[in-house]
């Protein structure tokens, strides 16, 4: 069984900083791709960023410059370093991570932590 916690959500003014933590635990042999998704209220889930296992890095053109996605493979945590945030960045961001062997993976998903940009 795997669990992903993530931490770190919370109310930030405009212009203000947040980093989000995702930790996985469990039985875990490989991760593979670790991303973080984001819904906002009546939208459906994007993909806002993504780091392989060799920590190639991929984003959404809204947050390239502002957002910045890692990974710690030694305590199978990934990351993701908002600055400069925006009123349109308020969701509940949710990690997704593929964890599997060398010939098979499953994609778990985190509970998701509200984040908000208000003044």
């Known amino acids: 069984q795997v669990q992903l916690v993530e931490s770190g959500g919370g109310l930030v003014q405009p212009g203000g900083s947040l980093r989000l933590s995702c930790a996985a635990s469990g039985s875990i042999e490989i991760i593979y791709n670790m991303r973080w998704y984001r819904q906002a209220p009546g939208k459906q889930r994007d993909l806002v960023a993504a780091?392989?296992?060799?920590?190639?890095?991929t984003y959404v053109d809204s947050v390239k410059g502002r957002f910045t996605i890692s990974r710690d493979n030694a305590k199978n945590t990934v990351f993701l370093q908002m600055n400069s945030l925006k009123p349109e960045d308020t969701a509940v961001y949710y990690c997704?991570?593929?964890?599997?062997?060398?010939?098979?993976?499953?994609?778990?998903w985190g509970q998701g932590t509200q984040v908000t940009v208000s003044s």
């Open positions: 997704n991570v593929d964890i599997g062997s060398s010939t098979y993976y499953s994609s778990y």
């Open positions: 780091v392989s296992s060799r920590g190639t890095t």
